[in-house]
C-alpha cells in the first residue's frame, strides 16, 4: 500500500489536511513515532484489503518488537514506504506482503520499521488466517470487492 495521501501527526486538523509523499511521510512520522506519539493519516491504495481500503484513516504507533502478523509501515530493501503485513521475521530482516497481493513480497531491514497499526484493529491471527489462504484470495477478493463496490455506488 502506497501512502501518498493525507496526514496529521496529533489531532486531525480543523481545516484542509496536509498532502505528503510516502517518503515525506517515512521521515517526517519516524520522529514523532519514536518519542512515544501516534501517527494519523490516509491510506492511499488497496493492497491492504480487505483490512485497510483505500482512504481509510490509519493510527501508527512505534514498538519495541514486531511480530509476524502485524501491519507496520516500513521502508523496502528498493526504498519504497509500504503499509504491509510481516509474513516473518528473522535476525535483522523481515519479509512483508499486501493482504490483496497474490505473491508479491517485499524485504526491509528490521529497523527500517517505524511503527505498528494500531487502528483499525487488525488481529494478528486474522492475518495470519489471511495469508495462510493465499490461493482463495483472489476469488474472496472478487467477492468482497463486488459486494464494497454495489455499496459504494
Not at 476469488?139 to 454495489?150: A, E, G, N, Q, T
Amino acid at each position: 500500500m502506497i501512502l501518498h495521501s493525507h496526514v496529521w501527526l496529533s489531532s486531525p486538523p480543523r481545516t484542509n489536511d496536509l498532502k505528503i509523499t510516502a517518503e515525506e511521510l517515512y521521515s517526517t512520522a519516524r520522529p514523532v513515532l519514536d518519542a512515544g506519539r501516534a501517527v494519523s493519516f490516509r491510506a492511499a491504495g488497496n493492497s491492504m484489503c480487505p483490512f485497510i481500503r483505500d482512504g481509510e484513516q490509519v493510527q501508527l504507533r512505534a514498538s519495541s518488537a514486531y511480530r509476524k502478523g502485524d501491519v507496520v509501515l516500513c521502508m523496502t530493501d528498493e526504498r519504497k514506504v509500504v503499509l504491509h503485513y510481516i509474513v516473518s521475521v528473522g535476525s535483522d530482516v523481515c519479509v512483508l506482503m499486501g493482504a490483496s497481493n497474490l505473491k508479491k513480497m517485499e524485504r526491509c531491514r528490521y529497523d527500517a520499521i517505524i511503527g505498528r497499526v494500531e487502528s483499525p484493529a487488525i488481529g494478528r491471527m486474522q492475518v495470519r488466517i489471511w495469508h495462510s489462504i493465499r490461493l482463495l484470495r483472489r476469488y474472496l477478493l472478487w467477492i468482497y470487492r463486488k459486494y464494497y463496490d454495489s455499496k459504494t455506488a
